[in-house]
Structures are given as structure tokens and as C-alpha cells.
């Protein structure tokens, strides 16, 4: 398995920020499942992801298929007490960072509970104010 795929195992249930932008490209590119849209670069999506790690419990990856760059990584967890299933589609750029970054996720209800739990912390959060030219 890649050391970066190895490495993210670790730090996304944790919700740590500083340890999830180390495997992030500088101009990675991360697709929600909450809406249609795209966070791109290192910052923005490390304080996205780093709040995602918060929204979720009882986070664990399941099943994990791919190999060089393309890999999918199934997991489960809870929003609120809800339950979701979803998959991490990721691509490793040269350096063996994260370059692209999509999330699956089911069902529509838990998938709603995320959004509104991310919006929540997001309107909080006052870098998103800078972060919102990061969204397209």
C-alpha cells in the first residue's frame, strides 16, 4: 500500500488538520458529497477536511482497493446518530501527494445531516471567508 494511503488512514478520523494538509498537493482539487462543487487548494480542503473529522464518529475505512495512484477507500460512520457508508475516490499526484480528492457517500439523509453540520462549523470558522475564492 502507498505511504500516503497508509498515512490518511491514520489522520482523517482524527479531524487534525495539521496532519491531514502534509498529504495534500498545493493545488489539490476536493469534491464534497454535500453539493457540487470544488474546494481547490492545500489550506482550504485541510480546513474542510480537518471539520469533516470533527462532524464524523465512529469513523473507520472498511475496504480499501487500488494501487500506484488511483485508490478507493470505502468507509463508515455517524453524523449526529445517523449512519453513512460513502467512499474516498483519491489520486496521488508525482510526489505521492493527494492531487484530487471526491467523496461518495449514502444515504441522502446522512448526507444531508453532514451538510447542515458543516455549514454550521464553516460560518464559524472565519478563514472560510478568505477560503470562499477556494470554491468552485
Not at 497508509?6 to 495534500?24: F, N, P, S, T, W
Not at 481547490?40 to 464518529?57: D, N
Not at 463508515?76 to 457517500?105: H, P, R, S, W, Y
Amino acid at each position: 500500500m502507498h505511504p500516503t494511503i497508509e498515512r490518511m488512514q491514520e489522520v482523517v478520523a482524527k479531524g487534525d488538520e495539521a496532519l491531514i494538509h502534509e498529504l495534500l498537493a498545493e493545488d489539490v482539487q476536493f469534491m464534497p458529497p454535500t453539493y457540487y462543487s470544488t474546494w481547490t487548494g492545500r489550506a482550504p480542503v485541510a480546513a474542510v477536511l480537518g471539520h469533516v473529522g470533527q462532524v464524523f464518529s465512529d469513523f473507520r475505512y472498511r475496504r480499501i482497493m487500488g494501487n500506484e495512484k488511483d485508490w478507493a477507500l470505502e468507509f463508515q460512520c455517524k453524523v449526529g446518530d445517523l449512519d453513512g457508508i460513502g467512499v474516498d475516490l483519491i489520486t496521488l499526484n508525482d510526489q505521492g501527494l493527494i492531487q484530487t480528492f471526491e467523496v461518495a457517500m449514502r444515504p441522502y439523509k446522512t448526507v444531508g445531516a453532514l451538510r447542515q453540520a458543516m455549514m454550521t462549523r464553516v460560518m464559524k470558522d472565519p478563514r472560510f471567508l478568505e477560503f470562499k475564492n477556494a470554491l468552485n
